[in-house]
């Protein structure tokens, strides 16, 4: 157990010689238990350099050593759910010192990625889809005569979305060789771990009642009422000391639940459950920050980890003078934080409201309004569809929900908000936080899309606030509309503007006029607001902040065209189907033909890296800009020449 972050790289003898996971095959039980706490030092010691997520990973040590112990990787396929857990995967499949590289810009990434490894048979960064991942390479591996085994690990959080369990009724239906390993982290389905429930997990995978129970069904097969009898017999029996009844229902064959941290019973579970025929399911109970006191004590706070320059002890381990707090400067607010503020004034001014999250409680910084006002706090869980929709049944009978939810979790729930919120023209407002770029966990979970998928769904207005003030506003906009508003904004901080407490709105579609300059007009949209005012100044250019997407402000459109030579949108969204876009389909109805430069996210997927890095590749930094600006004029200018020699 430690109490404390190693303040020194910790020694790893045995970890050392582990290039992939056919090392693990010769180690005797004894050294697979040692090969556990050395990787679980390691993990401790590698992320408090780079920062990353923390306490599932920790959770996961025993059982990521026995599973690649036991089952023969990368023949065998090993799908992670999310990713969160994976990092001790990525440990033991070769890449134990490039784990110092995480979420760095050209680093590992922070989900498992195929193209980085062939141990990561599946790339994920969103929940609940290991389950049809494993399926789909089932039913494949049958169909190509393959003896490999197919294993997917989902914890008890994504067993909430409606997903895992369509692919565990589709798996039950088809019955292929696979196995589901629940990771229950948090004893959220049982705490039936146990003398007796240990006794029938290993009675249950046994190879003499696993031949008495094929064989049973076999002969019983011809006798419809007395197999049915048997069937229902084993389930009564099994219901009494297991959670497992649901799985078996669905077509699986439930084992657990069992111990997670105990290494030889895993060893011994998973060895029997490698030979079984048909889906199986094994229910595994984990402590989330197992061997490190503070995670255990606190898992929600240790879910990741900020790097840290220094590792230090927890104050209660250091001396008594050192207790003391220094005084902090005044911190700017996370737009996160100016949703939880507005939300919660809001929520005092006007009954109606209720907020809806699918488990993004902190990060959404929706803390505070489930403490205040409990009631009218809706956690779906992992059930971002449901969330949506469960907002439009609101909508339906006078309540006025705002969905909190993040802009890549927004995808999962497209077809909820296009059928179930905009075709009936319901009053919900989408609270979309960490669009643009987010950073280290890479491209899937950068919010480039959302202006492009939701711009075009008629009548919905979408805004993107420019400030912290502005957000608050628009806020408050999107609440008094009557129908489906969305206003975007980005991971972080703002520039730092005072912010009023009033809840004024904003004049629906209006733009606003930051500077005026000559010949060139820079439409910017939220977050690229700021950096636009630099090069404005470089440029002696107009500064309009669009701050509308949908309506746009079609009268302040049409004066920039007349006024300016050069129009350029920039926007922290894909340039293909975002607001240059809009602005662009709007002169062309209009038969109009200003000269327009459309900056923002290109046509790839942007990896990982800093913001900050991963905007400047994108062009989207001042430098860029300028830079894409004067390459167009200079373009222009050899245009003119080149036509004036010409005639």
């Known amino acids: 157990m430690f109490d404390a972050l190693p303040l020194e790289r910790p020694e790893t003898p045995l970890l050392d010689r582990i290039t992939g996971p056919a090392d693990l095959k010769p180690l005797s039980e004894r050294q697979l238990i040692q090969l556990a706490r050395e990787v679980r030092a390691w993990l401790l010691w590698s992320v408090s350099r780079t920062g990353g997520h923390f306490g599932a990973g920790l959770g996961v040590v025993e059982l990521t050593v026995a599973l690649h112990a036991v089952f023969n990787t990368p023949d065998d396929r090993l799908i992670w759910d999310v990713g969160h857990q994976a990092y001790p995967h990525k440990i033991l499949t070769g890449r134990k010192e490039s784990l110092l590289t995480i979420r760095q810009k050209k680093g590992v990434a922070a989900f498992p990625k195929r193209s980085e490894s062939e141990f990561d048979a599946f790339g994920v960064g969103h929940s609940s889809t290991s389950i049809s991942a494993a399926l789909g390479m089932a039913i494949a591996a049958r169909a190509q005569g393959s003896k490999r085994r197919c294993v997917a690990v989902i914890g008890d959080g994504a067993m909430t979305a409606g997903m895992a369990f369509e692919a565990l009724t589709h798996a039950g239906h088809v019955q292929p060789d696979m196995l589901v390993i629940l990771n229950d982290n948090e004893m959220s389905i049982s705490e039936n771990v146990g003398g007796l429930a240990t006794y029938l997990s290993r009675l249950l995978v046994s190879e003499p009642y696993n031949q008495l129970r094929e064989g049973s069904r076999k002969v019983l097969s011809k006798l419809p009422l007395a197999w049915e009898l048997a069937r229902r017999t084993e389930e009564q029996v099994k219901s009494l000391v297991t959670p497992g009844t649901l799985f078996e229902e669905l077509g699986f064959n439930y084992i657990g639940p069992i111990d997670g941290h105990d290494l030889p019973e895993l060893l011994s579970t998973l060895k029997r459950l490698k030979h079984l025929k048909g889906p199986q399911f094994l229910h595994v109970v984990t402590k989330k920050g197992k061997g490190f006191i503070p995670a255990e004590a606190d898992p929600i706070t240790y879910h990741a980890l900020t790097k840290l320059e220094k590792p230090v002890k927890p104050l209660a381990l250091l001396p008594e003078k050192t207790l003391e707090k220094p005084r902090e400067k005044a911190k700017k607010p996370k737009y996160s934080n100016v949703f939880g503020q507005w939300l919660c004034d809001m929520a005092a001014a006007d009954s109606r409201l209720v907020g809806i999250t699918p488990a993004m409680r902190e990060g959404s910084d929706l803390v505070r309004f489930s403490r205040e006002y409990p009631e009218r706090y809706f956690d779906v869980a992992i059930a971002e569809q449901h969330a949506v929709t469960l907002a439009a049944g609101m909508a339906c009978e006078g309540m006025k929900p705002v969905v909190a939810i993040y802009s890549t979790f927004l995808q999962r729930a497209y077809d909820q908000l296009i059928h179930d919120v905009a075709v009936q023209k319901l009053d919900v407002l989408f609270a979309i936080d960490r669009a643009g770029v987010v ?188 830079a894409a600006i004067t390459a167009r004029r200079q373009a222009a200018d050899q245009d003119a020449v080149a036509s004036s020699s010409g005639a």
């Open 439 to 626: 950073g280290e966990d890479g491209p899937t979970h950068h919010g480039t899309l959302d202006l492009s998928f939701l711009r075009c769904v008629p009548e919905m207005v979408i805004m993107a606030p420019a400030d912290e003030n502005e957000c608050r506003q628009m806020l408050t906009t999107g609440y008094e509309y009557a129908g489906p508003a969305a206003v975007r904004y980005p991971r972080g901080t703002g520039p730092g503007v005072s912010i009023e407490p009033a809840l004024n709105s904003l004049p629906l579609g209006k733009a606003e006029v930051r500077r005026k300059g000559q010949k060139i007009a820079l439409l910017a949209l939220g977050s690229m607001v700021a950096v636009a005012a630099q090069v404005a100044e470089w440029l002696d250019a107009t500064l309009v902040n669009l701050r509308f997407v949908k309506p746009l402000d079609e009268q302040l459109l049409l004066e920039m065209a007349a006024s300016h030579e050069l129009l350029v949108t920039l926007e922290e969204n894909a340039v293909m189907g975002g607001v240059g876009s809009a602005i662009n389909e709007f002169y062309a109805a209009q038969g109009l033909q200003p000269q327009l430069l459309n900056l923002g996210i290109p046509d790839l997927w942007v990896d990982q890296g800093t913001p900050e890095e991963l905007l400047a590749d994108c062009g989207l930094d001042a430098t860029g800009i300028l």
